[in-house]
């Protein structure tokens, strides 16, 4: 009985259309999501990204989700442009809904995932909710063993330099990634963009266990500094180097 209300819920939430009262779409049409809930604190990384002047930016979202960061962007960046990218085909037609009811036209959105190389892979979707998702193989199967009503879909999959080579993008001024354990290939199937755009990049560190998001940090960074890049930890508010880089393993980077 309980699950069953739980699920009217739900479906009644993802088919309802409200004004944000928090978070960063605030003020802005929703559907799906939880910002209609007066007095939700804003988070870290969502006072970190308001505290960022991206007017005039061209801003890509990969892991647009419903559009949240996507919808706060587009605002933000007033003649600038926002590319969103959202693989999970539920989460995709409420983002296309909320660029729309917010008539927002200064946002493109594919419905792909992006990686290091063009292929196509399993995705798994945790619950019976019409968000998250992730395609990384160990997360996968710790979703397939602990959660209830999980399905799996198909996804294309890309590398962002073929994206941008493919519909001729703008290059990136911000890059936010929040990939579920697949930053790594996402930053290198951006190789030939980080190395001619230097964009700033806003991570959301993710792993399946300890040992998998330390090892996840620690090649990140490697990569990053590589190309020059310093690294701060938006919720430490510390700076990530090879002594400390552990603490990077859950959270948010900014790179610059």
Not at 40 to 52: D, K, T, W
Not at 117 to 145: F, Q
Not at 156 to 176: C, F, G, H, S, T
Not at 221 to 249: F, R
Request: net charge neutral; glycine share 10%.
């Amino acid at each position: 009985m309980k699950d069953s209300i739980k699920s009217i819920v739900r479906s009644f939430l993802r088919n309802y259309t409200y004004t944000a009262k928090s978070g960063l779409a605030r003020g802005l049409k929703l559907r799906g999501g939880k910002e209609f809930i007066p007095f939700i604190p804003v988070s870290m990384e969502e006072q970190f990204i308001m505290n960022l002047d991206l007017r005039g930016w061209t801003v890509y979202d990969i892991g647009a989700h419903i559009g949240v960061h996507t919808l706060f962007c587009a605002k933000a960046v007033g003649g600038g442009k926002v590319i969103s990218y959202e693989p999970n085909p539920d989460s995709y037609k409420r983002l296309l809904y909320n660029i729309k009811v917010n008539h927002f036209s200064n946002v493109q959105a594919y419905n792909i995932a992006l990686g290091k190389e063009r292929t196509e892979e399993t995705m798994v979707l945790p619950g019976s909710g019409p968000g998250g998702g992730t395609i990384d193989e160990t997360i996968k199967g710790e979703c397939l063993a602990h959660h209830d009503g999980k399905r799996t879909i198909k996804v294309e999959v890309d590398a962002l330099d073929n994206q941008i080579m493919l519909y001729r993008l703008p290059k990136p001024d911000l890059i936010k990634i929040g990939v579920e354990g697949l930053e790594l290939d996402v930053l290198l199937g951006a190789k030939a963009t980080i190395e001619k755009s230097k964009p700033k990049l806003l991570v959301e560190m993710h792993g399946a266990d300890e040992e998998k998001k330390i090892k996840n940090i620690k090649n990140v960074m490697d990569l990053l500094i590589l190309h020059q890049y310093s690294i701060w930890h938006v919720e430490k508010e510390v700076e990530i180097t090879h002594i400390n880089y552990q603490i990077g393993k859950e959270g948010h980077i900014y790179c610059t």
